[in-house]
């Protein structure tokens, strides 16, 4: 008796900033090239301070973190995600979140800059972490990416007069 055995999905961190998007729209290709299914995690923490706001106002940090990842899905499928696409959003910091989910994938993308931070860095904290302690392959996608991703090489050039 043969057992089949699921692949392991592509797991996309997302944040909601361009990076995010970037990455997971660069995922999707990927995961569509290796027919692997794709899984996008939003994460949502309490704040540590509230500012006052009118008690009556029904405002989570689950629900900033759900329209959040629905937006991003919007804006990196056009309205359409990719057949065997699931999204999640999880109570969590993101890198523990995302290092968690590590265990379970074939690999983990994340965009390089997230919201916040210091613009200057090459990284930012959560795709630091993750390329350091991940449990599978991490792709941190720098933005703009390629526009596509394909199974051929590139072809080197011959200088002229060469063979």
């Given at each position: 008796?043969?057992?089949i055995?699921?692949?392991?999905?592509?797991?996309?961190?997302?944040?909601?900033?361009?990076?995010?998007?970037?990455?997971?729209?660069?995922?999707?290709?990927?995961?569509a090239?290796?027919?692997?299914?794709?899984?996008a995690?939003?994460?949502?923490?309490?704040?540590?301070?509230?500012?006052?706001?009118?008690?009556?106002?029904?405002?989570?940090?689950?629900?900033?973190?759900?329209?959040?990842?629905?937006?991003?899905?919007?804006?990196?499928?056009q309205?359409?995600?990719?057949?065997?696409?699931?999204?999640?959003v999880?109570?969590?910091?993101?890198?523990e979140?995302?290092i968690?989910?590590?265990?379970r994938?074939?690999?983990?993308?994340?965009?390089?800059?997230?919201?916040?931070?210091?613009?200057?860095?090459?990284?930012?904290?959560?795709?630091?972490?993750?390329?350091?302690?991940?449990?599978?392959?991490?792709?941190?996608?720098?933005?703009?990416?390629?526009?596509?991703?394909?199974?051929?090489?590139?072809?080197?050039?011959?200088?002229?007069?060469r063979?």
């Open positions: 008796m043969t057992d055995v699921e692949p392991l999905p592509i797991v996309v961190g997302v944040d909601g900033s361009a990076a995010s998007v970037e990455a997971l729209s660069y995922a999707a290709r990927i995961a090239a290796l027919d692997v299914p794709l899984a995690v939003t994460t949502w923490t309490y704040p540590v301070m509230l500012d006052p706001f009118d008690p009556g106002t029904e405002w989570s940090p689950k629900m900033d973190a759900q329209r959040c990842l629905l937006d991003a899905v919007r804006a990196a499928f309205g359409s995600p990719p057949e065997h696409f699931s999204q999640s999880v109570p969590g910091r993101a890198a979140v995302l968690e989910q590590s265990d994938a074939s690999m983990l993308v994340v965009g390089s800059r997230g919201h916040g931070g210091f613009a200057g860095l090459l990284l930012g904290s959560v795709s630091a972490a993750c390329a350091a302690h991940a449990r599978c392959p991490v792709l941190v996608v720098h933005t703009p990416m390629p526009p596509a991703v394909t199974s051929e090489a590139p072809r080197a050039s011959t200088p002229p007069g063979r």
